[in-house]
């Protein structure tokens, strides 16, 4: 059955965000270290990005590491970075072919140089694809984002730049690393758990939270069809009644 035929393209979301769970544990179950695990990864993140191109999503956000990951083995977090080099190298040809823009958030300063200057010419050189939008969470950290943008207001207001009275949700959201992103629609979370780790608290406080048992490695396009399937299934409300929604609807 093609998953893709019952979803109405009318009703995308937006933004949909991805934690991608689970390597780690897929590695373990075959026998291999966790880094083999981040390595057959790449064919989800493919296939999520395709999915969601082909069916009209906009923006989606890759959750690929965190404030927190910085204290795994450093072996892991040493091969990590050099995945993310050799993945962004490989995969050009595909952004490019795709229309893909590739886009960061997070302390993009504390990653390794090379991974800092590998992402920097990957962005540049896609930063006119319009199809959609792949941002990549690195290093990233909500709270932490949040006290960076609490900080960059306070400071405006100190130089008088800005009104405390003029503080409201638009201009939070301007000086979020988000900025220039929609509000997330649907939150995917692969492996089972159900949290969301630190990861985009502001910009989710609306979203549709799907979880899936489904380790990252496994997750395939018909996967992500499946969350948009059911996400379009929901009523999202944003805090009014069904007999509101309905009477908006008319």
Request: charged share 25%; glycine share 4%.
């Amino acid at each position: 059955m093609d998953k893709k035929l019952h979803i109405d393209l009318h009703r995308v979301p937006k933004h949909v965000a991805i934690i991608m769970d689970g390597n780690g544990r897929w590695a373990k179950g075959k026998g291999m270290e966790r880094v083999f695990g981040h390595k057959n990864a790449l064919n989800s993140v493919r296939d999520s990005i395709e999915g969601a191109a082909e069916i009209g999503v906009k923006a989606i956000t890759l959750y690929a590491f965190s404030t927190e990951n910085w204290n795994r083995p450093k072996v892991e977090v040493n091969a990590l970075m050099k995945l993310l080099i050799s993945s962004l190298k490989k995969e050009l040809p595909t952004f490019q072919n795709n229309k893909v823009q590739v886009n960061a958030i997070g302390n993009l300063t504390s990653l390794p140089s090379k991974a800092q200057k590998t992402l920097s010419e990957v962005i540049d050189l896609t930063k006119n694809n319009d199809r959609i939008v792949m941002t990549l969470a690195l290093s990233y950290g909500s709270r932490e984002e949040i006290v960076n943008t609490i900080k960059n207001i306070s400071k405006k207001v100190v130089n008088n730049q800005l009104q405390i009275e003029e503080i409201d949700e638009k201009v939070i959201n301007n000086h979020l690393y988000t900025f220039n992103l929609p509000e997330v629609d649907l939150m995917i979370r692969t492996s089972g758990e159900k949290r969301i780790s630190n990861f985009l608290l502001w910009q989710m406080a609306y979203a549709e939270l799907y979880f899936t048992n489904t380790l990252w490695p496994d997750f395939r396009k018909d996967d992500f069809f499946e969350a948009i399937i059911e996400y379009q299934n929901r009523e999202r409300r944003f805090g009014k009644t069904s007999e509101q929604i309905e009477t908006s609807n008319e």
